[in-house]
């Protein structure tokens, strides 16, 4: 085949793949190549510059590239606090009339003249927007945004914004009815409202609404005092499959729950075709958010997909019960994902537990609930399908009865994120879920007793066959009461010495069973270290001024230093103590030393972090805050 027979359509495809360069190159190669290339070589413009505006609406350039290539550009982007007035805008949208998606963010659009000199009807073709309205007064921004949604009849995703609700237009519910009589091929939308209360006549118009069959998804942020407005969305959005809901409502939801249901009554099941729900709300002690999801019967719906972000101050600990648990119940018996974000200081919080129904799809758990306590044994009992689970919660325990009758779990990720872990509940994931094979623990504090003869922290997880194990600022301690010393008060004594205990040990020995079914454990990533043996691996974590905050580095002990730590250990008693009267006040207060200093840290004692066996490992001294290795290993998007 020679190259002028390749299908344009193969050449397309092609031409995602290349870079600018080779695009080039093949424009020039043959004729048959240019409209392929070129095509996909303009098929985006970004403009984050007053230059790149000034260059696109030159109009002294005889031969502007913008005006005799802007007929293949599909995608168009603005950057943030560009200001383009509506001059310029007018002149783009002559240069690129084939447009198919158009994104102004924040501060993109000049205020100044918007909507005068514009002409949205060049771009009637448009089937995305995000676009973010100038600060106006508020009729006229709303005059503004549906006079540009009224010359856009193809737009299928729409992502709008006007500010905050200080500056949001207040929307009637004609204001709704018109926006979609725009926009009827409308299929994502994406706005931030406030509503103004519904006149008589308005519920009339609500009941006889057409629904706008062709929207699947909705990501409202609102601003209501009038409840009625829920009945509307019921019967608008009556074909949603995902639904996106920031409420702030001024409402006692107990005043009107039993008039909404009897008006959704005639509209049951409300959102049949739900299947993933994100729910933001403030948790306070006037608004129940179970009850709220509770009128809208939405356990009718099959929700596979449910995110809640709980945000506030809650002064009733059995309301923030009901919130949390309530709204988890609601889908439990379809859910196949779910993630709960908790960030509510509750009084007295500790005598909430989080429980909930039984799960029997879930696959998928996310729980950031750090003031609510979290029983791991319970947790799996109710999700026996689990195969994920991310954990960002103060201090997970495992109920009195836990190791009486386990049964085992399928479970293959863990993830603990800023928690106190006793040495005992790894040892118990470690024996129920037999098929964990990647854990992180993400700056965790992990504790238990030491050996008073050789020094030892045992963490046992010996029934654990890791894939691959990461242990990101992992701290020590050998104590069931872990604290740091250099956060608090110093004695005046400068004979006095601290306890061993609330100093965390730096010396870590990873070590696996010798029938292991791997050859060796080896660093996820390059490095200058040695490959371990086959049996064990100790590493030391010292202060490093060159490294990231908190300036901790990891580095794996020498053969000649495993062996004299190994012989200090044997008689740890001893020499610990000879050691701990040797010390000075002023070298027991530092928490880290430098690497040269490592055997400074041996009278601390050592962790044994004992599994199965290991394929990789990766040990760090700092958080690292956007894990993408990690997120490519567990599937996150």
Known sequence: MLAYDIPFEILSKIAILLSVKDKIQCILTCKAWQSPFQDVLWDTISVFSKEKVREICDSDIKANIYKQNGGRVKLLIFG?????????LNTIQHRFKNLQSFCAPDSSLSSTEFGKIADWKLWNSLKELDIFIPVLDKVRSLKESLKILSNLPSLRRLHFTDGGFEDSPIYTLRDIEALHTHLPKLESLSIQMVLAPLEPEDIQLAKNTIPANTLT??????EFKDYRWLYYFARKYYNLRTLSWDSMHDMDIDDFKDSLSHMLSDISPVFPHLNSITVSSICCSEQKQATFWRIFDISKSTIKDARFLFTGVNDGKVLLEEDVKGCIELCSRTLEKLSVTCDVYAYNSDTISLSFNTCPRLVELYLDVRFLPIELDTLLDQCMSLKSIKLSVDSPSVSPSAFNDIMTHGVGFIELITSKLDTSILKYISFRCRKLYHMRLCDVLVYGPISQET??????MSHTH???????????YPSNKPYCMMNGNKPQDKNYLPDMRTIPVRILEICQQKNGGHDKMTPSIKDK??????ESIWLHTYHCPEAFYPWKSVRVLKKREVKMAKRYFCGFQRKSTRDYVNMTRENAMIEMVLRHEWKSNL????????????KKYRVTGHTVSNDALWRKISGES
């Open 80 to 88: 943030r606090r560009l200001r383009v007035s509506d001059q310029d």
């Open 217 to 222: 998804v909705l990501e409202i942020k609102l």
């Open 455 to 460: 020094g030892n922290i045992y963490i046992d």
């Open 466 to 476: 890791f894939e691959f194990l990461h242990l990101d600022q992992v701290h020590f």
């Open 529 to 534: 270290y040695k490959q371990p043996s086959i």
């Open 603 to 614: 009278l601390r004692g050592y962790v044994t972090f004992r599994c199965g066996d290991i």
